[in-house]
């Protein structure tokens, strides 16, 4: 028994040498192939298992050896190649041997081979672990048992005292050379992978480093020292950025890497670098947090890349797109333009054969304006030009918008559109005009592809998980199978005799799917050959909190229809006196005893004009005139000065007096009080809205002058300075703004107008939404004709006032394509001054705003 302990041992301290002669074997081989590697691993395993058995203890023909071990090894870490080798070399030694237990060693052989490449398959899909190398070990310890249950009885004594032994020698075994083998292998990996990634480093132009969490290098490439301006690396370790760059740079970057630091989370920054040859250059860097191997936070890794040459592409690009979008909108509003105004009829009639070219003209200008307008903006989504400003809003108003926009393409088919409303009341966090976008594209789409007399369906529905469906929905002829993979491609058409009569640009479901995407949606279709198609947008349904009424003061209208006047008097003989002289003048008056009621009273009510007392009440009148001045209500007020010291206000103002019509001693002079109101009503009633048209192109300016036409008095101006001039001189309804003037920006203009101006921005350049309030409507060239802007001036901008808490009084006409007697009361009982019914003459719009202007100034 000692005996086989001993055998035992030896052949365990075999295991520990060969496994050590095969790390030595294998640091050699390393560069070979997989499969040479599991051969060399075989031969090394089957040289340890006929040693085994060679200076193993034998009993009547019976060895106890550790052979096991060996093969179970090669099986489990070499695969087939290494299994074969070593099971068919260990057969061959043991068949040499001989004796009566040949035949029971020769299966313990297969058995543990079997064992072996069993586990190696096991393990072969994922990650091996030493569970892995334990469950080897126990299987190739109840397989040497199997092999014990069947020695023959002869030697059955033997076999039952070494049966322990071997048992257990044969799990150590396994686990020793497993874990050895294991650790080897872990090694031989780790090293690959760090040459491999000191290669990467090394090579790498971009500048990557390791800083501890106080800034300190620890780790960096060369192209890192290159950058700071390092001799070498090994400078690097241990020094911070402020070893190498000016104190204020590196407080920015420590800055930057303490905010990844703080939040754990990657940060991504593009700043403006000194690059290693002196230039001004651009990096994007990133910064992430560095962790140890519990996951606590013990540096940075930074991540810098010369993108110097990007911006400067990017920055190319947008001035090649700002040069097209000038240089072509411009022209071509004039072409489009004029062309429109002809075949409308401005220019006279024309007969039928230049009607008909004119007409043709017209349309293909339509179709070259898509084109660009198309390709402009999905250039400006791509590169992240477009601001979208999104907002919680009602998704219906906006699918009305877009259908009665589209009421009027291809108008000779006579396609009618339905809109469903499933989910009233649905809101979403949207850009209204981008959705807007979405919608004229989709239903331009369905219309195109639709047959005469034909029906488009727009249908918003509530989808589970609180989601919304917009679905466009035609009755055509269906998209073709080859075709639907690539729809939302940019310039794909389907082949089609239909779609090459039709045209388009093959933009514009490539620009519905960005956008969508762009909003937090993603859009999506159903087909089937002949019966139509249904594109879907889906957008997370956004539900509105509760808010508190918010109390809001409205400015009053005379009941009269006078205009009026505000008596700023303390005296109230003299303020009756001036009130019956107004009232015999046609006017309507309050009467203000003090400052602090003047002032509320200019903030309820509508004044044309007001007549001051210096001395009011023991206060400075010349103090509430400037208040007046400075505030932005009624801050252009006409002043008539009723004063007992007026020549001693006059002086004391000292040229500041501005919009001040008259001064006039105690008691009043009836004559100059009217002279006076007369003055304020001629400069305040015009016969015709007055626009300024800001825009330096001739083509432009005329083509706008003919389609707003005789309904209004209009001025126009070529540059900055043209304006300001004519803006100084005269009182404007409406300003028409171009944003690229010679001599200047035309939004400089803005801070010369008085607030209750209504401004367009008509431009070739796309528009920043940032303008706010001050701009009624942004409008660019090529997406708008002069018949839009005079709408907007008529419909739009006071549409707009009409919503302001403030202004609600002004005049609104209420437009509208329905002709029936209750749509038309329904509009008038909800704030409309007058109404029309599309299609309607431009000229008429602007005649009856006229009126109505006319009509709040006093006259009929």
């Excluded at 203890?57 to 070499?78: E, T, W």
């Excluded at 008097?569 to 003090?594: K, Q, R, T």
């Amino acid at each position: 028994m000692i005996e086989i302990w001993h055998s035992l041992l030896a052949n365990l301290a075999l295991v520990s040498i060969l496994v050590v002669a095969w790390d030595l074997v294998a640091d050699f081989t390393g560069r070979l192939s997989r499969r040479m590697q599991s051969l060399l691993l075989g031969v090394v395993m089957c040289v340890g298992a006929i040693i085994s058995m060679a200076t193993a203890l034998s009993v009547s023909g019976f060895v106890v050896d550790l052979r096991a071990a060996f093969i179970a090894a090669a099986a489990f870490f070499g695969g087939w190649p290494a299994m074969l080798i070593a099971t068919v070399g260990s057969i061959a030694y043991r068949i040499h041997l001989g004796g009566q237990g040949a035949s029971v060693g020769v299966m313990g052989i297969l058995i543990t081979a079997v064992v072996g490449i069993a586990w190696h398959h096991i393990v072969a899909a994922r990650s091996r672990t030493m569970y892995d190398i334990f469950g080897l070990g126990v299987s190739v310890a109840l397989a040497g048992l199997i092999t014990l249950l069947v020695i023959p009885t002869q030697i059955a004594g033997l076999a039952q005292q070494s049966t322990f032994p071997s048992l257990v020698f044969r799990f150590l075994s396994t686990i020793i050379i497993g874990v050895l083998l294991d650790r080897q292998q872990r090694r031989r990996d780790l090293l690959m992978s760090n040459m491999i990634y000191r290669a990467m480093v090394r090579e790498l132009p971009d500048c990557l480093s390791i800083k501890d969490v106080d800034g300190r290098f620890i780790a960096a490439n060369p192209a890192t020292a290159e950058m700071i301006g390092a001799a070498s690396v090994e400078q690097l370790i241990g020094k911070t950025d402020f070893d190498f760059y000016p104190k204020e740079v590196a407080e920015r970057f420590r800055q930057n890497e303490m905010g990844a630091l703080e939040a754990g989370q990657t940060l991504r920054i593009d700043q403006p670098a000194l690059l290693p040859d002196g230039r001004q250059g651009w990096l994007y860097t990133l910064k992430a947090p560095f962790r140890d191997e519990s996951g606590k936070i013990t540096g940075v890794v930074t991540y810098n890349r010369d993108i110097t040459e990007q911006k400067h592409t990017a920055q190319l690009k947008n001035d090649f797109i700002s040069t097209v979008s000038h240089e072509l909108r411009t022209p071509l509003t004039s072409i489009r333009g004029s062309l429109g105004l002809i075949a409308a009829g401005v220019a006279g009639e024309l007969p039928p054969k230049a009607a008909n070219l004119v007409n043709i003209a017209h349309k293909n200008s339509e179709r070259l304006v898509l084109l660009i307008n198309d390709i402009l903006d999905m250039e400006k989504i791509e590169s992240g030009v477009i601001a979208f400003k999104i907002k919680q809003m009602p998704v219906r108003p906006v699918l009305e918008q877009a259908i009665a926009a589209s009421s009027n393409y291809m108008a000779d088919s006579r396609i009618r559109i339905v809109l469903v409303d499933d989910a009233p009341r649905a809101e979403a966090n949207i850009d209204p005009d981008r959705l807007h976008q979405v919608m004229a594209n989709l239903l331009s789409n369905a219309i195109k592809f639709s047959d005469a007399d034909g029906t488009v369906t727009v249908k918003l529905e509530r989808r589970d998980r609180d989601m919304l469906r917009i679905s466009v929905i035609d009755q055509g002829a269906g998209i073709p199978e080859a075709f639907r993979s690539r729809i939302f491609g940019k310039f794909e058409q389907a082949d089609a005799s239909s779609t090459r009569r039709i045209g388009g640009t093959g933009l514009g479901l490539s620009i519905v799917k960005a956008i969508a995407e762009k909003l937090g949606g993603a859009v999506s279709f159903e087909t089937e050959q002949g019966k139509g198609t249904s594109f879907h947008v889906d957008l997370a349904e956004a539900h509105r909190q509760a808010e508190k009424p918010v109390l809001v003061e409205r400015r009053a209208r005379p009941r009269d229809g006078r205009l009026r006047v505000l008596i700023c008097e303390d005296e109230a003989d003299v303020a009756a006196v001036i009130a019956a002289l107004l009232d015999a003048e046609g006017f309507s008056s309050d009467v203000a005893p003090d400052i602090d009621t003047a002032k509320a009273l200019l903030r309820s009510r509508d004044y044309v004009a007001l007549t001051l007392d210096i001395r009011l009440a023991g206060e400075s009148g010349i103090k509430l005139f400037h208040d007046i001045r400075a505030s932005p209500m009624n801050s252009d007020i006409s002043v008539i000065v009723i004063s007992a010291v007026a020549d001693e206000a006059k002086r004391s103002l000292n040229g500041t007096a501005v919009g001040i019509v008259d001064w006039l001693e105690k008691p009043v002079d009836s004559r100059r009080l009217h002279a006076a109101l007369a003055k304020i009503v001629d400069g305040k009633i015009d016969r015709r809205p007055r626009i300024l048209h800001v825009e330096d192109d001739e083509g432009v300016l005329a083509v706008m002058s003919a389609g707003l036409g005789p309904s209004v008095s209009f001025t126009s101006a070529k540059t900055l300075q043209e304006a300001r001039r004519a803006v100084a001189k005269h009182r404007f309804d409406l300003v028409i703004l171009d944003i690229a003037l010679p001599d200047g920006s035309g939004l400089d203009l803005l801070i010369d107008l008085p607030l209750e101006t209504g401004v367009i921005v008509f431009s070739a350049a796309e528009l920043d939404e940032r303008l706010g309030d001050r701009v009624q409507a942004m409008m660019t060239k090529t997406r708008a004709s002069e018949i839009d802007v005079a709408k907007a001036d008529g419909l739009e901008v006071l549409a707009r006032i009409k919503g302001d808490p403030a202004l609600s009084e002004t005049p609104v006409v209420m437009l509208t394509a329905r002709k029936g007697e209750k749509d038309i009361v329904s509009a008038l009982e909800k704030g409309a001054d007058d109404y029309l019914v599309k299609p309607f003459i431009p000229e008429e719009l602007l005649a009856r705003l006229a009126r109505l202007l006319a009509r709040k100034s006093g006259r009929r």
